[in-house]
């Protein structure tokens, strides 16, 4: 039987895979490459069941205008004609763009919105980063003066890794390439006689597998991370090469080391067992991902993060923190293309992070009177309605669109309510160059994939999609007509992908310089002070990754007899509400109210109360606060983890 080779675009891990076909010549399935020379063998149940996702027989295959099934060219002219007819009476402003996390592993598609929203002049961009990942693009502009450019944690080498709100055995942690996978990476810490230790509100799958669990409370880890640096912070090597240190540091030691503990919920004993991990091992990695990132106060974690690691002698250093090698590139290309121009928002005067406005603001842009407002939306790969908190607002703000387009695999929440619907193939059905694993690979690797089967349906590259509307919208330059054409044609996609730089310790501190004070970052430091503790008796919301879930934009992927839908809570929390096992509960938010089932588990820390996320039909996101003062202004990053929360039982 055939056999062909490709590499996996759901995440940063993009692990190698190989096609298992029938004796017809069909993809029935695909494995992990054992030759691989990234992922030497290892692809988690996402991307080896993406054969399930691609063939689901919800897939929506072929256009649609107000309901009712239309040719090609019909809905690209219909779309088109709207757009110009708003565009010429309201202005380039009037319409935006919504992408979903799918377009950060699609190279085509997302070099087709940049060049169309770059062409069309709209400043309202909206991209899924601002719930899950802009903290990181934001503090790293602060830190190393762009936002693509981010300490990649060197697991392979290290004594001791200390991994905050991340759980790569499920979902392969964000913004760091895993060579070989999380087994290959954290086992082997622990079979060479180091530590792992996870910070987390919940003893996660990772924690049970490899290491120590340090339990805390939710969006507590800026607080341990302040008094980590306030304990630790001492300048480090290359000091010539760092600007702001001693202010950082200096600002920590105003915290109350015990103040913080008991924000972040940590025992006194714990955090001066871990202050003497850090001091012991000779090389720390270390980590942080989504679970702080939408704690409030992500941007500061990543600044002092990264603050602590230089401060411990591990940044730029093999075991810590290195840099890809790639780096300078990467600088380049983000400022070519017009990724790191401004942009300043009409509702409540955000400023854009990597061209993107903040997605929790987008009903209130929607809504907010005024001859700038959107009305018209192009969402692509994404369902604002599930991801974005406040979704019932945000779906009447859908209502009063004169055009809603959206371009994906799946009716989506979001879809539901589309004027016209352009069906979108998947990645098994595309070429693709891996580019969004590039900045966060120690060893660099550029890789390339054809198809590996024919688009079902009438489904159409997101790139190519766009292109064709480009055309009909008059928008002029070599890559509309580029991307019309089949790109495996002009490319091929070599079995191992191409090489790149790998990652030279000592090299970056000696080429760039590090800022870790700023008017920003002084601002941030400042608010973090200056915010009330919270009550110590109350409940929190945290969300969970899913080992077949993808984010909120993909359905499909249920375990059978998995209680996937069901709220986490420590057996103690429901005992003292009288709450048993399997009771349906009401979750209760100052913006809205949620039920769901609810399981006893005593791997969950006491106070916290865990939702699986990207459920079909049940989303978290429409009881979490909305709006901009629920916004981090420095990175346009929604408060979604640590939300407080009420918990009762119903009939």
Not at 291 to 301: D, E, P, Q
Request: net charge positive.
């Amino acid at each position: 039987m055939p056999r062909s080779h490709t590499f996996c675009r759901i995440c940063e891990a993009a692990c190698g895979l190989v096609a298992q076909r029938d004796e017809a010549g069909e993809l029935v399935g695909l494995r992990p490459d054992k030759d691989h020379p990234a992922s030497h063998g290892f692809a988690c149940a996402k991307g080896t069941r993406f054969v399930e996702v691609a063939t689901h027989p919800d897939r929506v295959l072929h256009p649609s205008i107000e309901g009712r099934r239309a040719p090609w060219p019909e809905a690209l002219d219909w779309v088109a004609e709207r757009i110009r007819a708003i565009r010429a009476e309201h202005g380039p402003h009037a319409l935006g763009v919504y992408f979903g996390n799918p377009m950060a592993f699609n190279t085509l598609g997302i070099a087709a919105i940049v060049r169309m929203v770059a062409q069309l002049g709209t400043r309202n961009v909206f991209f899924a980063g601002s719930q899950d990942c802009n903290n990181k693009f934001a503090g790293s502009h602060l830190v190393h003066g762009n936002p693509f450019v981010h300490p990649i944690p060197d697991f392979e080498h290290a004594d001791l890794a200390v991994v905050f709100g991340s759980n790569p055995y499920v979902s392969q942690s964000s913004f760091v390439h895993l060579e070989g996978g999380s087994a290959r990476a954290f086992g082997g810490i622990i079979e060479r006689g180091g530590e792992v230790v996870w910070v987390d509100p919940r003893r996660t799958e990772s924690a049970k597998r490899w290491g120590r669990h340090l339990p805390i409370r939710p969006a507590g880890d800026a607080w341990l991370l302040v008094a980590l640096l306030a304990r630790l912070g001492s300048n480090g090597h290359r000091a010539d090469r760092v600007e702001g240190f001693e202010e950082l540091v200096a600002a920590a030691r105003r915290f109350d080391i015990d103040d913080c503990l008991q924000r972040a919920g940590i025992e006194r004993e714990a955090f001066e067992r871990l202050v003497g991990d850090i001091r012991r091992a000779k090389r720390t990695a270390l980590h942080m991902s989504v679970g702080v990132n939408m704690s409030g106060f992500g941007t500061i974690a990543y600044v002092l993060m990264q603050a602590l690691s230089y401060a411990t002698g591990n940044l730029d250093r093999e075991g810590g923190s290195v840099f890809a090698g790639s780096h300078a590139p990467v600088r380049w290309i983000a400022r070519r293309v017009g990724l790191l121009a401004e942009a300043h928002a009409r509702v409540g005067g955000f400023r854009s992070t990597v061209r993107s406005l903040p997605g929790g603001i987008l009903a209130d842009e929607i809504l907010t009177p005024g001859p700038e407002r959107i009305r018209a939306l192009l969402v692509i790969g994404g369902d604002p309605l599930r991801s974005i908190p406040g979704g019932s607002k945000l779906e009447g703000a859908l209502k009063e669109l004169e055009l809603l387009t959206c371009i994906d695999m799946f009716e989506s929440r979001t879809a539901k309510h589309a004027h016209v619907f352009l069906p979108a193939t998947s990645w098994l059905e595309r070429w693709d160059l891996g580019l969004a694993s590039i900045p966060f690979q120690a060893k660099g690797r550029a890789q390339l994939a054809g198809p590996l089967m024919e688009p079902r349906g009438e489904a159409r590259n997101d790139g190519q999609i766009l292109a064709e509307l480009a055309t009909r919208l008059g928008l002029r330059g070599p890559l509309w007509s580029l991307l019309r054409r089949d790109p495996s044609r002009w490319f091929p996609a070599p079995r191992k992908g191409v090489p790149l730089p790998s990652a030279r310790p000592g090299t970056y501190l000696a080429r760039n310089r590090v800022s870790f004070w700023n008017e920003s970052i002084a601002e941030e430091i400042g608010r973090l002070h200056a915010e009330p503790a919270p009550p110590t008796d109350g409940l929190r919301i945290i969300g969970r990754r899913r080992r077949l879930g993808h984010n909120s934009w993909l359905h499909g992927g249920k375990r059978d007899g998995a209680p996937e839908a069901a709220a986490w809570m420590h057996p103690d929390d429901l005992e003292g509400r009288g709450i048993r096992d399997g009771a349906t509960v009401e979750l209760s938010t100052a913006h809205g109210r949620l039920r769901i089932a609810v399981k006893p588990v005593p791997d969950v820390a006491r106070g916290t109360v865990v939702v699986p996320h990207g459920l079909h039909g049940l989303s978290l996101n429409d009881i979490v606060p909305s709006g901009p003062e629920h916004i981090e202004r420095v990175s346009g990053q929604a408060v979604m983890s640590g939300v407080p929360v009420e918990v009762r039982a119903v009939q």
